[in-house]
C-alpha cells in the first residue's frame, strides 16, 4: 500500500511565561492509502496539536516545531513555504474540526463556504462552483441542498452542519482528511449517522484519514490502525483489532476499562487514578508510572523506548501487560 | 422575519422618541422656566404695576399664559410643524433658525474628526492586530494608554499654544470674520480648512486611537476564531482569508463603534469650540446654558436625542445587513 503521510521525530514545544510546555515529543505516524488511522487520548495529551502540525497549522511564533520528516504522498513538505502549503491544504489535505458551528463563518451562508474550495482550487466560476456545492451537498445527504446552501450556519442544526463540514472537506477530493473530534459536539444518534457518513465518504473517495478522538467506541467503530497518546508521546500503537484484544500499555487498558458496558452488573465506574501530569511539570522516566500500578523502579527513573512487539505493534512500557502475563480486563 | 424585524426597530426607534419629546418638554417645567423671571429684578424706576405688564405680556408672547398640558399641547403641535419655540434671547428668534445657523460649523469639525478618526483609525488597528506583539502594536497599547489619561482640552490648548501662537503654523484663535464673509468660494474654502485644523486635529488624535484600539481588538478577537483555522485549513489565500472572513467579521464591534460616535456629531465639542473660539452647537449650548435661555437648550437637547436615536437605529440596520444571526434573537 502506499504510503501517504511519513511523520519522524515531531515535536512542538510552546514557550509560555509558566514554563516550557512540551506539547509534543517526538511522535512518529505512518497513514497508508485508504487507511483510517486514529489518535487517541485524553484532553491536553497532544493529539490535536499533532494533527495540525500534519497540516502544518500551528502558527510559529508562538510555538516551536522540529521534525526530522513530513512527508505527504511521496513530497518532503517540511521546508515548504506558507504559500506552496496554501496549494496543498484543502485541495490535497482537509481537516474538519469538533464544533462545526464556531467552524463556520457566522456571516457567510454554507454553500458560499464551500464554494470557495471549488473556486480556489479548480479555478471553476462562482455559478459552476454552486452547481458542485449543490451536489456535493446532496452527496453528505443533506436534503433540499440547493436551499439549504443559501443557509446560514446558525440555521441549521448541529448534525446538517457536521455535514456541510464534510462536503466541504471532501469537495476536492483529498489524499488525506484530518477529522479532529468530528463526533464530539453531536448527539449520539446523529453521531452514528456522521460517522457512517465520513466511513463511506472516506471509502468511495478513497481517502486516507487521520481520525483524532477520546472516544474509544468511535475507534472501534471506524478506525484500523490506532496510536495512543500520553502527555505529548505515543504510548502504543496496533491495528484496532489487536488493541482491543490485547492491550499492552497499562493506559490503554486503563482507557479501556473506563469505558461503561451495558453488560456490568455492578454500576462502578472504573477510573485511572490521578490525573495527566500538568505540561510543564512532567513527571521523570516513564510519564505515566505515578497513575501506573504496576511501576517499577525503572519506570520512576527511565523513559522506555517504543518497542516493536508481535511484529506489527509498537508499546512505550517497560513492562508489557500481555507479555508480563497480568490478565486485562 | 427580517422586515418584521425592521419594521419593529423602527417603530420602537419612534416610541422612544416621542417619551424623549414629553420628558424633554416637563423635566424643564420642574424647575424656573418662566420668561418673565429674566427681568427680576425690576429694572430702573420701573413700577409695580408697569413690571406686572410687562410679565404678563412676556408670558403671552411665549405662550406661557396657558395651563402647562395646553402649552404641551401646543408645543407637539409646533414640533409638527418644525417650530422648536422662540429663543429668550432679545428679539425672540427663533430656535430652530439659531441651530441652522451653527449646526453646519459644528458638522465640519465632526464630520472631519470622525472621517479622519475612522479610515486612519482601522487601518492602524488592522496594521496592529497584523503585528501583533510587535513595535506596531506596542506603539498602539501605549499610545492608547497615554490617550486615556490626557483629556481632550489639554490636547487642544498644547496645539493652540505650540502650533498656534509659538510656530504660527496654523490659527491658535478662529478669524471672527470666518462665519460672516463665508460665501462658498475656493479662498473662503480654504480659509475654514485653515481654521478648522487645529480644532480637528486635537479631536482626531484621540478619534484616531479610539478607533484604532477597537479595530486591533476585533480583528485579534476573529483571528482567534475556529472558523479562521477553517479557512486557512482550506487553504485559501491569505487576503482572502483577511478580507473575507476576518474583516467582514470584525466590521460588527466597529460599526456599533461608528454608530455611537455618529450621535456625538452634532452635539459640537462644547470644550474644544471653546478653545478654538469656533461659533458651533457646543458655544451655542453654552450660551442658552449661561443666559437660562431654555426654548433654545430644549431645542438642543431635542435635536441631540434624535440624532441619537436615528443613529442607533441606523446601527441596528446595519446590523442586519452585516450580521445574520441578528433577527434570530427576535424570533424566538
Known sequence: MKQVLKLRNLKVIFPTNYGIIRAVESVDLDIHERECVALVGESGCGKSVTSQSVMRLIDSPPAITRVDTLEFDGRDIKDYTPKQMQEIRGKEMGMIF??????????????????????????????????????????????????????????????????????MAFACLPKLLIADEPTTALDVTIQAQV???????????????????????????????????YAGKIVEKAPVRELFATPHHPYTVGLMSAVPRLSDTERVFTQIPGTVPHPTQKPSGCYFHPRCQYATAECKKEMPPLKTIDSNREVRCHHPLSIRGVSHA | MKNTYVIKRIFYSLFVFVVVITLNFFIPRIGVVDPAERYYPPQGNMSEIEYEIIKQVTRKQYGFDVSTWQQYLNYLQGLSKGDLGKSFRPGSPAVIDLIVERLPWTLVLSVSTLLIGLIIGVMFGVVAATKRGRWQDTLLLNASTIMVAIPGFFIALMLSFYLGFELEVFPAYTDSNMVANFDWSLAAIRTVAYNAALPVLSMAVGSIIGHAQGTRNAVIAVTNEDFILTAKAKGLKQNTIRYKHILRNSMLPIVTSLGMSISGLIGGQVVI????????????????????????????????????????????????????????????
Request: proline share 4%; hydrophobic share 45%; aromatic share 6%.
Open chain 2, 273 to 332: 469650540e471653546q478653545v478654538f473660539n469656533w461659533n458651533g452647537m457646543g458655544t451655542l449650548f453654552l450660551e442658552a446654558n449661561n443666559t437660562n435661555d431654555y426654548p433654545l437648550m430644549m431645542g438642543i437637547m431635542l435635536l441631540l436625542s434624535g440624532f441619537t436615536i436615528l443613529a442607533i437605529l441606523i446601527t441596528d440596520l446595519v446590523y442586519v445587513l452585516l450580521d445574520p444571526r441578528v433577527t434570530v434573537g427576535d424570533k424566538r
Open chain 1, 195 to 229: 460517522l457512517s457518513m465520513l466511513r463511506n465518504m472516506q471509502r468511495g473517495c478513497g481517502t486516507a484519514l487521520l481520525l483524532v478522538t477520546h472516544d474509544l467506541s468511535v475507534v472501534s467503530a471506524i478506525a484500523d490502525t490506532v496510536y495512543v497518546m
Open chain 1, 98 to 167: 469538533q464544533d462545526a458551528l464556531t467552524s463556520l463563518n457566522p456571516v457567510m451562508t454554507c454553500g458560499k463556504q464551500i464554494d470557495e474550495m471549488y473556486i480556489r482550487h479548480q479555478g471553476l466560476s462562482k455559478e459552476e462552483a454552486r452547481e458542485h456545492t449543490v451536489k456535493a451537498l446532496e452527496l453528505v445527504g443533506l436534503p433540499e441542498p440547493r436551499k439549504r446552501a443559501n443557509s446560514f450556519p446558525h440555521e441549521l442544526s448541529g448534525g446538517m452542519r457536521q455535514r456541510v463540514l464534510l462536503a
